[in-house]
T-cell receptor, first 112, second 113 residues
Framework: QKEVEQNSGPLSVPEGAIASLNCTYS??????FFWYRQYSGKSPELIMS????GDKEDGRFTAQLNKASQYVSLLIRDSQPSDSATYLC????????????FGKGTKLSVIP | GAGVSQSPRYKVAKRGQDVALRCDPI?????LFWYQQALGQGPEFLTY????????KSGLPSDRFFAERPEGSVSTLKIQRTQQEDSAVYLC???????????FGPGTRLTVT
């Protein structure tokens, strides 16, 4: 059973702080990793993808991947109230299967 | 360009009724996925199409669930004899060939009463 684990939160951070969201996965052969943002009542929106070990930065977002530890994280710098949402970690194991396995999501609240 | 579209956005069905949910993927996206999202949970995979071929249906929860994509574009997810446990948001996602990113539609919220 492929599993993706996230702390459900809620995670509360003050406006302007760094929010750190974490995710672990069980399938060692997983090859691609994604972070989706989901506002209440809306569908998931892709914000970051990462495929190799290390950091990937896009604006205020940084994704970090450590395949040896089976760990992927998302940092949000200068957090804004508009970042308040549920963040879903998703993993694809490759090997011809393109389905995504999602965690339950971490709810982030950015306090003005 | 237009994103993934789904219809209807909301559907209320009485227990035992059949429902059909439609997905129109991003133009040119060869892969199409259906996911089910229960309240407070992450999406769970149901089935996957590459063009018109259904390559993976391992996530369909029962033989009451059926999906098709006959011309390799629009897809329909059909649920027969709906049960209360089928109440969820049904999400469709599409993917361009050669990349891994999937883009989701707005979803259909199904409520079975």
């Amino acid at each position: 059973q492929k599993e993706v684990e996230q702390n459900s939160g809620p995670l509360s951070v003050p406006e302007g702080a760094i929010a750190s969201l974490n995710c672990t996965y069980s399938d060692r052969v997983s090859q691609s990793f994604f972070w989706y943002r989901q506002y209440s009542g809306k569908s998931p929106e892709l914000i970051m993808s990462i495929y190799s070990n290390g950091d990937k930065e896009d604006g205020r977002f940084t994704a970090q991947l450590n395949k040896a530890s089976q760990y992927v994280s998302l940092l949000i710098r200068d957090s804004q109230p508009s970042d308040s949402a549920t963040y879903l970690c998703a993993v694809n194991s490759g090997a011809g299967s393109y389905q995504l396995t999602f965690g339950k999501g971490t709810k982030l609240s950015v306090i003005p | 360009g237009a994103g993934v579209s789904q219809s209807p956005r909301y559907k209320v069905a009485k227990r035992g009724q059949d429902v059909a949910l439609r997905c129109d993927p991003i133009s040119g996206h060869v892969s199409l996925f259906w996911y089910q999202q229960a309240l407070g949970q992450g999406p769970e995979f149901l089935t996957y199409f590459q063009n018109e071929a259904q390559l993976d249906k391992s996530g369909l929860p029962s033989d009451r669930f059926f999906a098709e994509r006959p011309e390799g574009s629009v897809s329909t997810l059909k649920i027969q004899r709906t049960q209360q446990e089928d109440s969820a948001v049904y999400l469709c996602a599409s993917r361009l060939g050669g990349v891994y990113e999937q883009y989701f539609g707005p979803g259909t919220r199904l409520t079975v009463t």
